[in-house]
């Protein structure tokens, strides 16, 4: 098949999946690590979060049921400091900031600014009832609600998340292992003088950009996958030859850029795998792929576009694959349909689903569960402006889980 | 104005930008450097590219003229070899593969594939029109083209364009230098030891996670802002006013993250400074920003959510203007609605043109300029499944310029 006389459709790539061999080592990570990747077991909450009453407000913890009435100040619980010890007797109030758990007798708190300080005294004139600006317990997280599942990839967004309600550990799939070798002897690699490099573009050299851009790919969208190397090779056989061996011992999936098309420098040719060799895609032809031993090794053009083409089609839905990711993480601002009016006169920012419907990107938004982040069914926030938007209304959402049905 | 009593609408934001002091430093560098800065100078090709002709395939380079016919191999012209001083006589032919400069006297490259090997000779038999599977000279650059226009930020893809026609450095904008200044008794900061970590959180602490996605979201949509510092104080005005201060005479903006609130503990009201205090935004409301000696200092939330609000409607329009930064970059797969017809039966990847109307993407394909990718226009790359797509159909697009109006 020197000559890509057959090319595979790319639906065949699924052919490969079952060949390659999933990664099962799981180790425990500090959340604030997490980011990027694999979740290998359902994150569950282990308790309520918070345990107990917790200030939405700065002001005054109080009874409610003592409101409107007049209290004695006997303390201050600022935000971090545990005092839950620090029991209030009736007319009694401390003194909180946002986050602080409410003493013991308190249940309520009443805004620094709707409260008359007299001295140490402290006048409330009007009723605040059980919870008023205070987080109940278990209003950020039940003991038992699945976080974050099994085969999403964590990201900044469930880091805050978890940390929020104290969960500080996870477990996670280790990252794929992957060699990139860069063959062509007209190879300029920077860092190198850029003046050089420019008059030797003009005298048919290729600065070394494919691999690089292959390499970003790879960082941006498959955080799971760590690149071990990158290493740039001549075009003589022998040599990538010998790297790919290596890379194959030591890594769990080789990349190879270059050399790839029908001409008499054909590393993945000549390496002899038994695999699908060319593709019917444009630009990117030439891609390639056979599994040994349970490793992928890919065969990619020179080109950079094509090399791109080639990541995207092949090598993505397979490095997917074996790192077990079954969401992947989004990180940017997208057009979204609300599917539901949102009121408000303040401009906001809102937790929202987002589904994709007819190609197009739809977005629910999710009752606010405080300021906690986390939950599976959230993928991003939308910004909404001020005076609210109507269902139907495009908006702006970041997103932070995978808009692509994969 | 302690209590935050009267809010600013967010469009307020916009009387900052005049305040603050604009970068004005520029310094040439290195292309495979450039991505996430800010190009101070359009990127104008200073010469044709390719400058000669250039095989598309790899085959035998031949005169078109002298089609069919049979040529004697005289030699070889591999990618990065320079022969164009080997001229041909009529009747003779070079094996030359994608990407190598054709010889003088050669105008046309038959496939490998197309052409029957009789020992030193090759036979070529039927018609070859000039520059037949052969990039012409600057048919992936004209001299005088703008590739990047000066306020862009350079992309990944930037890099690769650049490249690929000899253009090896750029003008940038020095970055904007911030530091943030994370306060809070209450802030546990990773690394710690994870199990200890989640006690002090059932007991009312909190990890470190608002500055650090403060953080990510700058690295990921500001790269033209550098964070040289990121510093957790405590709750004790006089730490926080000292490190504020010196980052405010090191650096040309500072981000305060907590105490920003109307609580006894509020560093920005303590700080005294002029500027616009509250905004009438939810979750986010104590979100602040003062401007000293042309300097930003923004005060937001410890709240996760909160400080994300304040960064995007307040932090994120302040930076951007004084990075100069008229068109950032994108870094994700969108939907978008194609404004032709693309037929193709393979699998196809193409440059597009990303347009926002009715809120939503449009994406306007490209004439292939070959494989570079730079052009000011194009804004991504849209993947065509197999079989084509017709106008008005959704695909998939990679984009590389941020999609937001802004």
Redesign the interface.
Known sequence: MR?L?ALN???RVAEVLPKVKKIEEVEKV???DAAGRVVARDVVAP?D?P?FPRAAY?GYAVSSDATPGRFRVVG?V?????KRDLSLRPGEAV?V?????LPEGTDAVVP??AAKREGEHVVVDRRFEKYANVDPPGSYVRKGTVMLRQGFVAT??D??GL???????LYAYRKVKVGIVAT????VV??VD??V??EL???????E??A??VA?YIQ?FMPYVEIREKVVTS?VHEEVRAVVDRHLAQYDAVIITGGA?????DHFYKLGYEGLRG??????RPTSVAVVDGKPIFGLS?????A??GV??IVEPVLRHMANAARAP??????ATVTQDVP??????VRVKLE?A????YATPLKARH?S?TEPEAGG?A?IP?GGVKKG????V??YR???KL
């Open positions: 000559y006389s459709p790319v639906s500090a959340v604030w308790h979060y345990p700065d201050t600022l935000v971090g400091q545990y003194y900031t946002v986050g602080a758990f620094e600014e900044p967004f880091v805050v940390l929020d309600v104290g969960i500080t550990t062509g002897d007209e190879l920077p860092p850029p003046e490099a420019a573009v003009m005298r048919g050299r290729v600065i950009s494919t690089s851009l970003w941006t075009d098309g029908p001409s008499e420098i593709f019917r895609m444009k630009p990117g020179g080109y950079p576009i094509s791109l083409h995207i089609r989004s990180h940017d601002w997208h057009y408000g006169e303040m401009a906001q920012i994709t007819e190609g197009g990107l300021h982040f926030v910004l001020p209304d495009v908006v702006l970041l997103a995978d808009v692509r």
